[in-house]
């Protein structure tokens, strides 16, 4: 059992950043695959970005790609998300999750993680 505890959201001006934290409890002793998920108000919940065990591949949305940086520390056992340029249409609730598979690369199917984090706001104003 992974526990996943996001932090770092909260309301930002539009162009502004931010920097998620998701931290996993102390008792995993392995590495798993992490991604970002978010959910805006009724939509479906979508991936956002994803890292592999090691660290050495990342995976990014489309709408991500470029201004969003996903990372890891795995000797704290800490993922991160850096935000930059955001806009209103990041607002969102954002979820990390663990994936159990031993993969290669990041997957983007929101059914292939295994552990979720409660989630943690972010708003943008225009």
């Known amino acids: 059992q992974v526990q996943l505890v996001e932090s770092g959201g909260g309301l930002v001006q539009a162009g502004g950043s931010l920097r998620l934290s998701c931290a996993a409890s102390r008792r995993t002793a392995r590495s798993y695959a992490m991604g970002w998920f978010r959910q805006a108000p009724g939509k479906e919940r979508e991936f956002v970005a994803g890292i592999s065990m090691s660290g050495g591949n990342t995976d990014y949305s489309d709408s991500v790609k470029g201004r969003f940086t996903i990372s890891r520390d795995n000797a704290k056992k800490i993922l991160y998300l850096q935000m930059h340029s955001l806009n209103s249409e990041d607002t969102a609730v954002y979820y990390c999750?663990?994936?159990?598979?031993?993969?290669?690369?990041?997957?983007?199917?929101?059914?292939?993680?295994?552990?979720w984090g409660q989630g943690t706001q972010v708003t943008v104003s225009s």
């Open positions: 999750a663990a994936d159990s598979a031993i993969m290669p690369r990041p997957r983007r199917m929101r059914t292939a993680y295994d552990f």
